[in-house]
């Protein structure tokens, strides 16, 4: 019996990612790598436990386990739906590489609000760098907050080795806000967008004063304030994307 004041947690499958998925012409899928290892060392996932994986399609498969081996398991997939939990508007971060761990914080928050993909850049007075290594452990951060969000897709992490790259990019937006510490007004309203946007942020250092002109006159984006107190650069990116997705209804 349930106590008075007390909620019952509700467990729900173990969710992994795949290779894509050819269901329903094969419906038997082997999970290994880094998913196995997880699986087996932390999840103790066994024979006959239900899971759910995910092949980045937007779909859900759910599967049961049929057998369990040192390097890797195996799946039957008994059943699909489409996932729900994913963003309805198209919402891009692009964020100014940041120090230490912070870069891969901006990535776990800006996934589970919901953005559908985060260009990482360098800036002229950004400090960090990011090799092959680097980028592959931001897109296992950005899968791993997709499991723990029960998002369906996982945001592509993508490195720009400047500016002007990473604003090159995303022409096809159809609101381009760019967050200026030094900007005096914001010139887009941020509370009445729709539509797909894209959220350029900069690293501790800020952005120059040709980079913030470069990006208004030769791209289009319009300069956002975010109050009046200077916030961290982690901060301003994830505060920015929490804004952006409720504004746009994402977050009913």
Same mark, same amino acid.
């Given at each position: 019996?349930?106590?008075?004041?007390?909620?019952?947690?509700?467990?729900?499958?173990?969710?992994?990612?795949?290779?894509?998925?050819?269901?329903?012409?094969?419906?038997?899928?082997?999970?290994?790598?880094?998913?196995?290892?997880?699986?087996?060392?932390?999840?103790?996932?066994?024979?006959?436990?239900?899971?759910?994986?995910?092949?980045?399609?937007?779909?859900?498969?759910?599967?049961?386990?049929?057998?369990?081996?040192?390097?890797?398991?195996?799946?039957?997939? #008994?059943?699909?739906? *489409?996932?729900?939990?994913?963003? /309805?508007?198209?919402? $891009?971060?692009?964020? +100014?590489?940041?120090?230490? =761990?912070?870069?891969?914080?901006?990535?776990?928050?800006?996934?589970?609000?919901?953005?559908?993909?985060?260009?990482?850049?360098?800036?002229?007075?950004?400090?960090?760098?990011?090799?092959?290594?680097?980028?592959?452990?931001?897109?296992?951060?950005?899968?791993?907050?997709?499991?723990?969000?029960?998002?369906?897709?996982?945001?592509?992490?993508?490195?720009?080795?400047?500016?002007?790259? #990473?604003?090159?990019? *995303?022409?096809?937006?159809?609101? /381009?806000?760019?967050? $200026?510490?030094?900007? +005096?007004?914001?010139?887009? =309203?941020?509370?009445?967008?729709?539509?797909?946007?894209?959220?350029?942020?900069?690293?501790?250092?800020?952005?120059?004063?040709?980079?913030?002109?470069?990006?208004?006159?030769?791209?289009?984006?319009?300069?956002?304030?975010?109050?009046?107190?200077?916030?961290?650069?982690?901060?301003?990116?994830?505060?920015?994307?929490?804004?952006?997705?409720?504004?746009?209804?994402?977050?009913?």
């Amino acid at each position: 019996m349930e106590r008075i004041g007390v909620r019952q947690k509700m467990s729900t499958p173990h969710r992994f990612f795949v290779s894509p998925v050819n269901y329903p012409e094969e419906s038997e899928v082997v999970i290994d790598g880094d998913e196995f290892v997880h699986a087996k060392t932390v999840l103790r996932v066994e024979e006959g436990s239900e899971i759910v994986l995910l092949d980045n399609s937007g779909n859900e498969y759910t599967a049961i386990v049929t057998s369990v081996g040192k390097r890797s398991f195996s799946a039957h997939i #008994a059943a699909v739906n *489409v996932g729900d939990k994913q963003a /309805k508007t198209d919402v $891009c971060l692009l964020c +100014g590489a940041l120090k230490g =761990d912070k870069t891969e914080l901006v990535v776990q928050k800006a996934t589970e609000l919901g953005v559908s993909s985060i260009g990482v850049f360098r800036s002229r007075y950004c400090s960090a760098y990011l090799n092959e290594n680097k980028i592959e452990r931001l897109n296992k951060v950005a899968r791993e907050a997709t499991k723990q969000c029960l998002r369906s897709v996982a945001p592509k992490v993508e490195y720009f080795e400047d500016l002007e790259s #990473a604003l090159a990019s *995303v022409q096809g937006y159809k609101n /381009k806000l760019f967050a $200026c510490e030094f900007a +005096g007004r914001s010139d887009a =309203d941020i509370t009445r967008i729709d539509g797909s946007a894209v959220i350029v942020v900069g690293s501790e250092g800020g952005f120059s004063d040709d980079e913030y002109k470069i990006a208004r006159e030769k791209y289009g984006f319009a300069g956002i304030t975010l109050g009046k107190r200077i916030l961290r650069a982690e901060t301003a990116a994830i505060s920015a994307c929490a804004i952006v997705m409720f504004c746009l209804g994402e977050m009913e």
